[in-house]
């Protein structure tokens, strides 16, 4: 006979929890944050990132929570971003409207009063909204994503035209934008200890209600099974007007708290694209879009993974990491959903059976080629020789040898051997051209420049000199020898006496290690040298 509480003995069950695994992959995403990123801010500036983490994981913690209870009772909210810019917007409306002589001259103080006023009727107005959802979803039957879908539309328009009409009667001109510049307003969310205060309580409230309550039980009894919660006798109807009021006030609170941080309300861009982060966190943090299953602590961790990768991603790509945040977001969401079904598919087909999977894995392997072409050289900025080129080729053909092998159905014995093997050939391919690839580049350039009649000498400090003085080389050769060049990282060029003309010169933009280049005797032009110069700012010109 199995000992039904043999479970809750078992030394590994915390291990195997689903909070654990991602407070690990939380360590993890910190760690290679603070290897990959050439300034090392995680170690060198802790409190400043450190703080800044916080206050950034408050504000979106605040408003996931929202989310995560919709989802475990079984719906979904589309509009937590409209939501927060239109409740920013109702609440600078309400200032505005309250104290016009102070927001229209621009003075600090505008008044407790009608601060508290304003926060109070912008929460009445996110209560109304959540009870509008539940309206058009309990007693107009229309789907949960319809109805939110609905507002998150409408509601950003619908705040534009309040703000140009309540600037348009309190300022006299119409304005796209409400400035709001009180700094005990501004506080609000300026301090780094209020927005994670207010998070935090929000957060252990919520978790009271969900684990020790009749209301948290019914809610996770709706979101596993509606028609079973209602023949029990369990009031579905007003357990989903808590579940979306309780989310869109979450969302308000949110939105008074941005307007305080960016002392502005811009419909425009206010709260775009949050509701996706929102549902993000929840579904990292364990939250099943089938209902029913998920927990507050979760979505907590859930919260401060998507920020911490958010944050990773713009210390080590730097230069447009906006591009790469909303790419990188969705891979991290479609990776945890994965992996936490990865337990529905034992004794079933695998993710990559058949012919669907097989083009699943062609997929798979052509976008984590492009991505690694992208990034990958930023990434691995000394680590790798390698160009974006070959790590993106390098990157696709080793993943998708690896999903060839998870779809073979090898077992026992036979898949453990084949996997160390698969392992060592990937690692060796890339030593491989990690080591050989640059040695094959730098012999071809050197072919290439002594065929064309050039020398090469390397300085006592190891600057290295080519001297094509002399010689016949014209503007064709030279653009055919630009690229070797660059391989060599020549830091000084001798074309004097050549035939080389400002066309030909215009192919030497791009060698960045370039010091010094002698045209002397030569067909260059003035301003072919000025547009050199303007290129390679560094570079000293001999003419």
Same mark, same amino acid.
């Given at each position: ?102 927001? &229209?001259? @621009? ?15 912008? !929460? ?85 209600? !969900? ?12 979101? @596993? ?60 943090? @364990? ?58 598919? *034992?004794? *079933? ?57 998870? #779809? ?6 036979? /898949? ?18 990690? /080591? ?28 290295? &000199? ?18 070797? !060049? ?29 010091? #010094? ?18 290129? !390679? ?7």
């Amino acid at each position: 006979m199995v000992d039904p509480s043999a479970g809750d003995r078992d030394p590994l069950r915390f291990l195997r929890r689903h909070e654990t695994a991602l407070f690990l992959a939380l360590l993890l995403v910190v760690g290679l944050t603070t290897l990959f990123d050439s300034q090392h801010n995680y170690w060198n500036s802790p409190w400043t990132n450190g703080t800044l983490l916080l206050r950034q994981t408050s504000l979106l913690g605040i408003f996931a929570l929202g989310s995560a209870v919709v989802i475990i009772a079984g719906g979904i909210d589309l509009s937590s971003g409209a939501v927060i810019c239109f409740s920013g917007t109702i609440c600078a409306s309400l200032l505005l409207l309250l104290a016009p002589d102070r927001m &229209r001259g @621009g003075e600090a103080l505008i008044g407790l009063p009608v601060i508290a006023v304003a926060i109070v009727g912008t !929460l009445i107005i996110g209560f109304l909204i959540g009870s509008l959802h539940a309206w058009l979803i309990t007693v107009v039957r229309l789907p949960p994503f319809i109805a939110t879908l609905a507002t998150l539309v409408g509601l950003r328009s619908f705040a534009w035209a309040i703000c140009g009409n309540v600037t348009r009667v309190s300022l006299g001109a119409s304005s796209s934008q409400i400035q709001v510049f009180d700094p005990r307003f501004r506080y609000l969310a300026t301090s780094i200890w209020i927005p994670a205060v207010i998070f935090v309580l929000l957060a252990i409230g919520s978790w009271v209600m !969900l684990s020790r309550t009749v209301l948290g039980r019914h809610l996770y009894a709706l979101g @596993g099974n509606e028609d079973a919660a209602r023949l029990s006798g369990v009031r579905t109807d007003r357990l989903k007007w808590f579940a979306y009021c309780f989310s869109a006030v979450l969302s308000s609170i949110t939105g008074i708290l941005y307007i305080c941080e960016v002392s502005v309300a811009d419909p425009q861009s206010l709260g775009m694209g949050y509701e996706l982060n929102a549902i993000a966190a929840s579904v990292v943090g @364990g939250c099943s879009l089938q209902g029913g299953v998920g927990s507050i602590e979760g979505t907590v961790l859930g919260t401060i993974f998507l920020r911490a990768v958010i944050a990773g991603v713009a210390s080590v790509i730097k230069v447009q990491s906006k591009v790469y945040e909303g790419l990188i977001v969705g891979v991290v969401v479609v990776l945890a959903v994965a992996l936490s079904e990865t337990a529905r598919f *034992r004794g *079933r087909k695998g993710f990559f059976d058949g012919a669907l999977g097989l083009v699943a894995a062609v997929n798979l392997s052509l976008f984590a080629g492009v991505m690694a072409a992208l990034v990958g050289p930023t990434l691995g900025d000394g680590w790798t020789t390698l160009n974006g080129t070959v790590l993106g080729i390098w990157t696709a053909g080793s993943l998708f040898a690896i999903l060839l092998f998870v #779809r073979s159905g090898l077992l026992g014995m036979r /898949r453990r051997i084949g996997a160390v093997i698969l392992g060592l050939a990937v690692i060796a391919t890339y030593f491989s051209l990690d /080591r050989g690839l640059p040695a094959y580049q730098l012999h071809a350039a050197t072919s290439a420049v002594t065929n064309a009649g050039g020398k090469i000498s390397t300085a006592d400090n190891g600057e290295l &000199r080519v001297d094509f003085s002399g010689t016949g080389l014209d503007d064709a050769a030279l653009k055919r020898l630009a690229d070797s !060049l660059s391989s060599l990282h020549v830091t000084d060029l001798s074309l004097a006496g050549t035939s080389v003309s400002d066309d030909g010169l215009d192919a030497l933009s791009n060698l960045t290690s370039l010091k #010094r280049i002698d045209v002397s005797q030569t067909r260059v032009t003035r301003a072919g040298t000025r547009g050199l110069g303007r290129a !390679l700012p560094d570079v000293d010109i001999t003419q």
